[in-house]
Structures are given as C-alpha cells and as structure tokens.
C-alpha cells in the first residue's frame, strides 16, 4: 500500500475561455504566489492558500520542496 501525503500549498489557478480551471500553479507561500506573478505578468487574484494536495510538490517559484 502507497502512504498519501499532503502539503499545505497556494495555488494560481489557470481558466479557460470560458472560466473554467483548467490548471493550477503551486506555491509555498504567499510570498511566492505574488512574486511568480510579478515576474510573469500575471494578475495576482489574491491569497489562495492552505490548500491541501498531494505532495510532495515543489513551489514554481523558489523551487522549494514542500
């Protein structure tokens, strides 16, 4: 049997045309989330954390392991 486990992350959520997610970005903070947008010219829609996904997951930021 496979142990799950989940990380504490703050997500980027990508929509479609139609607003529907189609994706999401993972971060280790807030901190990360704003300044991967900053940096990538997208729009930061706001804290979005303490989102429980399998892990573990490295931040498209900092590259950090969570």
């Not at 990380?7 to 529907?20: C, I, P, T």
């Not at 189609?22 to 280790?28: E, L, S, W």
């Not at 990360?32 to 729009?43: F, L």
Request: hydrophobic fraction near 30%; charge should be negative.
């Amino acid at each position: 049997m496979t142990e799950t486990t989940t990380v504490s992350a703050h997500l980027h959520l990508h929509e479609n045309e139609n607003g529907d997610v189609v994706d999401a970005t993972v971060f280790c903070s807030g901190w990360c989330h704003q300044d991967w947008c900053a940096t990538n010219g997208a729009t930061y829609g706001g804290w979005n954390g303490c989102h429980e996904v399998d892990g573990p997951q490295w931040c498209a930021n900092c590259q950090e392991r969570m």
